[in-house]
């Protein structure tokens, strides 16, 4: 993936659109509009990520089910209150968006179909944990800036030696990671009846900590 150095949020996703296309919302005169993207993964399965896209990157482009596009853009969070709770929502916000016309192009696109790049901080202490099956898995939430003073905090989950490094990092510590995007699906207890519902998260493939750049001291400072 190619990016920008000075881009904290980078976003790449290939796939075939999956879902009618719907207005979600309008901001300063500009509306927007919701999506599912299946994502294919080399396990022959897929991820069924949602997208948001500006009415500006769709004029004059036929965007409907069963066609396959590429996107170019962010993985943006937000909170809703759902139940009288807020809820962390993420969506693929979209900055650009090709339209892949041949069957050349879609093969191409989906040899990497769902590639990200987060910088940012640790924001809750990670958890680690290991599976029935003894594989090592950490949950965290990266903190990634964005302009006009907004964060997006994102949940990522890291495997095996990655996982047991993220073990003993703090809250404040600067990471860099590289991964793909993945829904997973989850059983929760809503009014005594099991429903079934889809998380979102970054599967970390690879990560880099930043030393001597982190909020360690400033956190010390606070809690003193």
């Known amino acids: 993936m190619a990016n920008n150095p000075n881009e904290t949020n980078v976003v790449e996703i290939a796939g075939k659109v999956v879902s009618p296309i719907e207005f979600s919302h309008e901001m300063y005169g500009e509306g927007f509009y919701n999506f599912y993207l299946e994502v294919p993964r080399l396990s022959e399965t897929v991820d069924v990520l949602p997208v948001t896209i500006s009415e500006r990157l769709i004029i004059n482009l036929d965007l ?11 993985l943006r969070s937000y909170n809703r ?12 916000f979209a900055r650009d968006i090709k339209l892949l016309k041949t ?29 029935p099956f003894g594989r090592e898995i950490s949950d965290l ?9 907004k964060s997006d905090y994102i949940p990522c989950i890291a495997w095996g030696r990655n996982a047991r490094f993220c073990d003993n990092i703090l809250v404040g510590d600067h990471l860099k990671v590289w991964g793909r995007i993945q829904s997973r699906e989850y059983q929760k207890k809503v009014n005594n009846e099991i429903e079934t519902k889809v998380a979102y998260e970054v599967s970390i493939s690879k990560l880099e900590y930043i030393e001597n750049d982190n909020n360690r001291m400033e956190l010390a400072k606070e809690e003193a």
């Open 64 to 74: 409907k089910e069963g066609i396959y596009v590429k996107i170019f853009g962010q």
């Open 81 to 92: 209150y759902v139940d009288g709770s807020s809820k962390l929502l993420l969506t693929v």
């Open 103 to 131: 069957q050349e192009e879609i093969k191409e696109a989906l040899k990497s179909p769902n590639e990200i790049f987060l910088d940012g901080y640790i924001c809750k202490p990670p958890v680690y944990r290991t599976t």
């Open 141 to 149: 939430l990266l903190a990634v800036n964005r302009a006009y003073n």
